[in-house]
C-alpha cells in the first residue's frame, strides 16, 4: 500500500467544494474561486493547482501567506492553525487546447465553426481547472456554478442536474463524495435524447448538432440497459439521478467515466444506424458499458492511488463484456475479446522489458506514461477473466457486492478486492493472482510425452531475446484431461502414462480449453499432430487458439512459419469470423517475407486468392438482409484478401460498386466501404477522385464514414497524392490531432507511402511533440512504427533516430521495447524467408 508524506491528502483532507468558474470562450481566460472546507492536519498544508495564476488565498475570510511552486504543481499555504478550515482561493488561468483540463471542442455546422467547451481531469488535470487536492482518495462534496459568454440556446451539463441559474450562473446540486479526477461539465449548442430506467435513473446521449437525431439513439438503448444489467449484476444502485453520455469532438483518450457524465470521442458514442458494421455497433457498445461498469467500480469504489489504476481499468475491460454478453447474447462478444484482446496482450507481453500490470508510481505524471493499454487494459482484464472462470458468476457477485458496501463512497485496493472475492468464493485468489500481476509476461507450457510420461513445464515466453529469470506463475491450465492439475504452480508437472491418458480420453491432448487463461501452450510433435487431425471438430475458439499461439510461438522460434503455412487452408472455408481473423493475422505477417513487386510476392498473392476464393464466392460483395453475424463480420476480411490478391473480379465488382453509389458514397454498405474506396482510389485514383474524397472527410459527421475514406486515402499509390496526404497532417481543420496516427500508420503500411510518412515523422518530430506530447498517444506512434518495420535498413534509421531519444521522459520503456521488436522481426525475416516462400510456392495449385 501507498502511504507517501508527499501525498497533500496526508497534511489536509477537503470535504466540499464550492467551485465557481467563470469561462470566457472570446479572451480564452478562466477565473474562478473556489472555496475549499476540510480538516488541516498541519498548519503548512498544499493544495495543487497547475498554470493557475492565484491572486488571494483566504483561511475563514482572513487572508493567509501563501506561494505557488510550479514544479510541485502546488499551493503552499500556511495556517493559523490545524482544525476545520474554510479556504477561499481565487486565480485566473488560460483556456487551452490541449485537450486535458478544462478545453474547447472543434467542429462545423453548415460550414460555421462552431465550439464545445468540455474537461478532461484524469489523470491530473483537475488542479487545471480549480485549487484541489487531486488525489483519487481525497473524496469530497462538489458544488459547482458556472459562469460563461452564454449565448441563446446553449446546453449546459455537469455531473448533477442544474438547480437555478441565477444572474447568468448556472448552479448544480452537490454531488455525492468523489474524487476530483471525476468532475466533469461541458456547454455548447448540443442536441440530446432522453429515456429513464426501470429503477428511474434519467439516461441521456448528447452531441452537437452537426449529426442527425438519431446517430443517438443506439448509444441511449446501450446506455440505458447498461445501467439496468449493472444495477441487477452489482447488487447496488445507480447513486446519481442521472446518466449523461456525451460526445465531444475533440478527444484525447476514446471516452471517461466522470460520474454521470461520461465523455466520449464521437466515433465512440454516435452511429448512424441504418449504416454501420455491426463490429463497429459492437465496440460502441463496449466502449459504453466500460464507462458505465466504472460508474461503481472507479467512480463508487475509487483506487486509493494510481498505482492501482490497472484495477479500475482492467476491471471495466472485463465487465464491459460481462455486460453487452448479457445484453445481447446473439453477438458473442467475448469473440471480440478473442480477436482484440487477447492477441494484443500475448503479442505485447511476449518482448522482455515490458511492465507488469500492477506498478508502483509515485509520481503522478509516470502514470501516463506507464499506461501501456495491452497490458493494464487486455491483459489486466483476461487477469479478472481468469478470476471469473475460476470463481464463478455468484461469487463474483457476492464478492463485489460486498465490495462496493464496504468500500462506497470510499477507496479500496487490489487486496481489497481479492479479499472481497476470496471471501465470496473460498479461494486464495489473491495468491494465485499475484503471480500475474506483479510480474511482467507469460509463460508458455510445453507439454511433451517423455519416456511415455505425459509432462507439462512452464518457462516464459519470449519473442526476440528475453532474459529468463525463472519465474513461475500460478497457471489456472484448464485441460480437457481430468488428470491435469486446476493450477499449475510448479516448474514441471508429470500427468501420467500418455497412451493411458489418451485411450480414457478418447481425444486429443488440450490445455487452456476455451483460451482464458495468460498463456500458450507448445505441444510436440505427437501431441501437435493428434489435435490437428480433428482440428476441423474443434469449436472456433480452440481453431482460433491453436493458429493464435502457432503464430505467437512462431514468433518466438520455436516452430517455423513455413510449418504455418501449409495449415492455413484447412481454416480457410471456416464460416466463424474468430478462426478468419486469426487466419489472415498469419496471412497478414506472411506479407513481411515478401518484397514488394516481386515474385515472391506474387505468389503469396496466389495463395491470397485461393485461401480467400470460396469464400468470396459464397458471401458476395453485398450484406444480405438476414445473414447471420458471422457472415457480415467474415466478408471483410475474405473480400480484402482477394483485393490483396488483385483478384481481376473482385476489383471489377468494388469497381462496379463505387460506380453505382458515385452520387452518395456514404451509402455504400458500411462494411465494405473502406474496402471499396481504397480500390478505387488504388485502381482508378485521380487527382480529382482524391479531392473528392478528403472534402467529404471533412464534411461527414460520420466516424465509420470518414474511417473508411481515411483508409482509402492513406493507401494511394501515388506519389504526389502521398505528398497531399503527408500536407494535411499538420491542417487541424482537416485531420484532428487526435485521428492523426491512424493517417499516419495509414500511410505508413502502403509500401508506397512508407518512406514519405517516416520522413514526416523524423523531420516533424518536434511538431508531433508540441501537438500530440502530453498525451498518452504519443508513446503510440512509436508502437505504430515497429509494428511495421521489419527490414535492417529501417531497424537502423529507427535506432538512429529514437535511441537519442530514450531519455525522453515517456519514452524509455517503448524505445526499448520497440528495437527488439523489430530486431526480433528482422531476424526472423532474414532465417526463414527463403523457406516461408517455398512453402508458398508449394501452396499454390
Ligand atoms: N478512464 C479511462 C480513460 C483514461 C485512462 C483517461 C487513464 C486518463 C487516464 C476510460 O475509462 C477508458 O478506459 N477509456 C478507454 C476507452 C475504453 C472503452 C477502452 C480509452 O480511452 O482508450
Ligand atoms: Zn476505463
Known amino acids: 500500500m501507498t502511504e507517501n508524506n508527499t501525498h497533500f491528502y496526508t497534511k489536509f483532507h477537503p470535504s466540499n467544494y464550492n467551485v465557481y468558474l467563470d469561462i470566457n470562450r472570446a479572451t480564452k481566460t478562466i477565473s474562478g474561486q473556489t472555496t475549499i472546507t476540510g480538516e488541516a492536519l498541519t498548519t503548512e498544508i498544499s493544495i495543487h493547482q497547475k498554470a493557475l495564476k492565484v491572486t488571494s488565498v483566504q483561511s475563514q475570510n482572513t487572508d493567509v501567506p501563501f506561494t505557488t511552486d510550479d514544479a510541485a504543481e502546488a499551493i503552499n499555504i500556511t495556517l493559523p492553525s490545524t482544525g476545520e478550515t474554510t479556504l477561499t482561493i481565487d486565480y485566473t488561468a488560460p483556456l487551452t487546447d490541449a485537450m486535458m483540463g478544462i478545453y474547447p471542442s472543434y467542429y462545423e455546422v453548415n460550414g460555421e465553426k462552431k465550439q464545445i467547451i468540455g474537461t478532461q481531469f484524469e489523470t491530473t488535470f483537475a488542479r487545471q481547472a480549480f485549487p484541489c487536492v487531486d488525489e483519487p482518495e481525497a473524496k469530497a462534496t462538489f458544488d459547482l456554478a458556472l459562469k460563461f459568454d452564454e449565448h441563446e440556446g446553449e446546453t449546459v451539463l455537469a455531473n448533477m442536474p442544474e438547480k437555478k441559474v441565477e444572474d447568468g450562473v448556472h448552479y448544480f446540486d452537490t454531488t455525492v463524495k468523489m474524487s476530483t479526477y471525476l468532475v466533469a461539465f461541458a456547454f455548447g449548442e448540443l442536441q440530446g435524447k432522453q429515456t429513464t430506467t426501470k429503477s428511474g435513473v434519467q439516461v441521456g446521449v448528447f452531441g452537437t448538432k452537426a449529426h442527425k437525431a438519431n446517430e443517438l439513439d443506439f448509444a441511449l438503448d446501450i446506455a440505458k440497459r447498461s445501467i439496468e444489467f449493472y444495477e441487477d449484476f452489482y447488487q447496488t444502485p445507480y447513486p446519481l439521478p442521472h446518466s449523461w453520455q456525451l460526445a465531444l469532438p475533440d478527444f484525447s483518450a476514446g471516452a471517461m467515466e466522470n460520474w454521470g457524465l461520461v465523455t466520449y470521442r464521437e466515433a465512440y458514442l454516435l452511429l448512424d444506424p441504418d449504416n454501420t458494421a455491426l463490429d463497429m455497433k459492437q465496440l460502441v457498445a463496449t466502449v459504453i458499458s466500460h464507462e458505465l461498469a466504472h460508474q461503481w467500480f472507479g467512480d463508487l469504489v475509487t483506487m486509493k492511488w494510481w498505482d492501482d489504476l490497472w484495477l479500475n481499468e482492467s476491471f471495466a475491460n472485463m465487465m464491459e463484456y460481462v455486460a453487452i454478453d448479457a445484453l445481447e447474447p446473439d453477438w458473442h462478444i467475448w469473440e471480440m475479446f478473442q480477436t482484440s484482446d487477447v492477441p494484443a496482450a500475448l503479442q505485447r507481453d511476449a518482448t522482455d522489458g515490458v511492465q507488469s500490470v500492477h506498478v508502483s508510481v509515485e509520481d503522478p505524471a509516470e502514470i501516463d506514461a506507464l499506461f501501456d493499454s495491452a497490458i493494464v487494459y487486455a491483459k489486466g482484464a483476461r487477469m479478472l477473466v481468469m478470476v471469473r472462470s475460476l470463481i464463478g458468476d455468484d461469487a463474483l457477485r457476492k464478492g463485489l457486492k460486498a465490495y462496493f458496501a464496504a468500500h462506497r463512497y470510499g477507496n479500496a485496493t487490489g487486496a481489497d478486492l481479492w479479499a472481497a472475492l476470496g471471501e465470496a468464493s473460498n479461494l486464495d485468489v489473491g495468491a494465485i493472482m499475484n503471480s500475474w500481476l506483479e510480474q511482467p509476461g507469460y509463460p508458455v507450457v510445453d507439454a511433451k510425452v517423455v519416456d511415455g510420461q505425459l509432462t507439462l513445464s512452464q518457462h516464459q515466453f519470449f519473442v526476440g531475446d528475453g532474459v529468463d529469470q525463472d519465474r513461475k506463475w500460478q497457471i489456472p491450465l484448464n485441460g480437457n484431461y481430468a488428470a491435469t492439475p486446476q493450477i499449475m504452480k510448479d516448474a514441471r508437472v508429470v500427468l501420467g502414462d500418455y497412451a493411458d491418458l489418451r485411450q480414457q480420453a478418447g481425444e486429443p491432448f488440450r490445455l487452456n480449453v476455451g483460451n482464458e487463461s495468460h498463456f500458450i501452450v507448445n505441444y510436440d510433435d505427437t501431441l501437435r499432430a493428434d489435435l490437428l487431425t480433428t482440428s476441423a471438430d474443434l469449436d472456433a475458439i480452440s481453431q482460433l487458439q491453436?493458429?493464435?499461439?502457432?503464430?505467437?510461438?512462431?514468433?518466438?522460434?520455436?516452430?517455423?512459419?513455413?510449418?504455418?503455412?501449409?495449415?492455413?487452408?484447412?481454416?480457410?472455408?471456416?464460416?466463424?469470423?474468430?478462426?478468419?481473423?486469426?487466419?489472415?493475422?498469419?496471412?497478414?505477417?506472411?506479407?513481411?517475407?515478401?518484397?514488394?513487386?516481386?515474385?515472391?510476392?506474387?505468389?503469396?498473392?496466389?495463395?491470397?486468392?485461393?485461401?480467400s476464393a470460396k469464400q468470396v464466392a459464397r458471401l458476395g460483395w453485398t450484406p444480405r438482409a438476414g445473414e447471420s453475424n458471422d457472415d457480415q463480420l467474415t466478408r471483410p476480411y475474405v473480400l480484402s484478401a482477394a483485393l490483396y490478391a488483385k483478384n481481376p473480379a473482385a476489383i471489377e465488382a468494388a469497381h462496379q460498386l463505387f460506380t453505382d453509389n458515385q452520387a452518395d458514397l456514404g451509402a455504400l454498405p458500411a462494411d465494405i466501404r473502406a474496402m471499396v474506396l481504397a480500390n478505387e482510389v488504388k485502381h482508378y485514383g485521380s487527382t480529382e477522385l482524391f479531392e473528392a474524397l478528403l472534402n467529404a472527410y471533412r464534411q461527414t459527421p460520420d466516424a465509420s464514414f470518414k474511417s473508411a475514406i481515411r483508409a482509402a486515402l492513406t493507401s494511394t499509390p501515388d506519389a504526389a497524392l502521398i505528398k497531399r496526404v503527408i500536407e494535411a497532417f499538420e491542417d487541424a481543420d482537416t485531420i484532428k490531432p487526435q485521428d492523426l496516427r491512424g493517417w499516419y500508420r495509414g500511410v505508413l503500411a502502403n509500401p508506397k507511402g512508407e518512406q514519405a510518412a517516416w520522413d514526416w515523422l523524423r523531420d516533424d518530430w518536434s511538431w508531433l511533440e508540441a501537438t500530440v506530447g502530453g498525451d498518452m498517444e504519443f508513446s503510440t506512434y512509436i508502437t505504430v512504427t515497429a509494428g511495421i518495420f521489419h527490414t535492417a535498413e529501417r531497424l537502423a534509421e529507427f535506432k538512429a533516430f529514437f535511441e537519442p531519444k530514450i531519455n525522453t521522459p515517456g519514452l524509455t520503456r517503448e524505445i526499448t521495447m520497440d528495437i527488439k521488436v523489430i530486431g526480433s522481426r528482422v531476424d526472423l525475416v532474414e532465417a526463414e524467408q527463403a523457406a516461408v516462400n517455398q512453402a508458398i510456392a508449394a501452396e499454390l495449385n
Open 546 to 611: 491453436l493458429l493464435q499461439d502457432l503464430r505467437l510461438l512462431a514468433d518466438g522460434r520455436q516452430v517455423s512459419y513455413a510449418d504455418l503455412v501449409p495449415l492455413l487452408k484447412d481454416f480457410a472455408e471456416s464460416p466463424a469470423t474468430v478462426v478468419n481473423a486469426a487466419l489472415y493475422r498469419i496471412a497478414g505477417t506472411l506479407t513481411q517475407f515478401v518484397t514488394p513487386e516481386s515474385t515472391e510476392e506474387a505468389q503469396l498473392r496466389k495463395l491470397y486468392d485461393q485461401l
